[in-house]
């Protein structure tokens, strides 16, 4: 509906007053996208078995990974053939699609313990501090936020930078911002294909923890690139070997916990862990994105803010280490 809306509106505004649509159905987009994942996060335990729960993490990921390396290039194809209206309507096609599969899906429903349905204003509010509660009791909840927030944080950094970099101080233009996001995209795709083919129980922490302090040392090592390669050629060759590998890395730990979660929290809290966990974990990506665009910005040298960026986060994730570990231990994480 909102998209109907953007159509009908988009053409009665001209120049910079076109941002106004933009921006509402943004807002809408966003929302509504918020409301599809939690409910997604909570459903899991009704589509598949927890026998299932891993491969359909790393299906769902690597389905993801294809649109990204693949999409651009048809959006550019489509864009140049018909212009921006055409994705409009092709966005509303694909949604009444997706609409229509999920209508088909089968749910196994699991019976309530308690009716929650037609709760009160005050009866929701209830259900939300007792979510909290419950997320403050659980130890791989309180580990996934101690490491979320900080490491969202610190790779806003590289959303920010990588295209500013290339562009702005290095001068190479967006060609090899394109491949080295590419080989983002497929770095994903091959940790997805191979966390389907493994068992996420096994070797867990090291899998939970150990790409994360790698992340930190190729977030400096980028950072080195840009310091050295100053030709577009051997800048996108080193730069996309090394966001291929971050690609990979961030997809481990992120199927493993998304298993873990979905296995150890209950179905009647599962959307409420996960809105919560996202809400926090995502905040600071403002507030980051904000303070490194000023980095960026006024710092000549810009290459320095991934390097002592990556050695900032590492120290922090070797001084949490131990409180981690802990938290493992109490969940009986291997």
Request: hydrophobic share 50%; charged share 10%.
């Amino acid at each position: 509906m909102g998209l109907i809306i953007f159509a009908w509106l988009l053409p009665n505004f001209a120049g910079l007053n076109k941002l106004i649509p933009v921006v509402l159905f943004t807002i809408i987009d966003c929302v509504c996208s918020d409301f599809s994942s939690t409910a997604y996060s909570a459903s899991i335990h009704e589509l598949v078995n927890e026998a299932k729960i891993q491969k359909l993490s790393s299906l769902t990921s690597t389905a993801s990974a294809i649109s990204s390396i693949f999409s651009p290039l048809l959006g550019v194809g489509l864009y140049a053939a018909a212009g921006f209206e055409v994705f409009i309507f092709f966005e509303i096609a694909s949604s009444i699609i997706s609409f229509l599969i999920m209508l088909s899906m089968k749910f196994h429903y699991q019976e309530p313990q308690r009716e929650v349905a037609n709760l009160s204003y005050s009866g929701q509010l209830e259900l939300f501090k007792e979510g909290i509660a419950y997320i403050k009791k659980q130890p791989i909840v309180k580990g996934s936020i101690l490491v979320g927030t900080v490491l969202n944080a610190a790779f806003a950094s590289l959303a920010i930078g990588m295209p500013y970099v290339i562009n702005t101080t290095l001068h190479l233009g967006n060609t090899p911002v394109g491949y080295l996001e590419m080989g983002s995209s497929i770095g994903v795709l091959v940790g997805s294909v191979l966390m389907s083919l493994t068992n996420s129980e096994k070797n867990a922490r090291l899998k939970l923890m150990g790409p994360i302090l790698i992340e930190c040392l190729l977030l400096s090592g980028l950072g080195l690139v840009f310091a050295v390669c100053h030709q577009a050629q051997t800048l996108t060759v080193y730069g996309t070997i090394i966001m291929a590998l971050l690609g990979c890395l961030i997809i481990i730990p992120e199927i493993v916990m998304q298993v873990e979660i979905q296995k150890r929290i209950p179905t009647e809290y599962l959307g409420r862990v996960s809105t919560t966990m996202s809400t926090i974990n995502n905040s600071v990506s403002p507030i980051a994105t904000l303070f490194f665009t000023a980095l960026f910005q006024n710092i000549r040298q810009s290459y320095l803010i991934f390097i002592v960026t990556g050695i900032v986060t590492l120290i922090y994730m070797l001084a949490i280490l131990p409180k981690i570990m802990q938290y493992f231990k109490e969940e009986g994480i291997e």
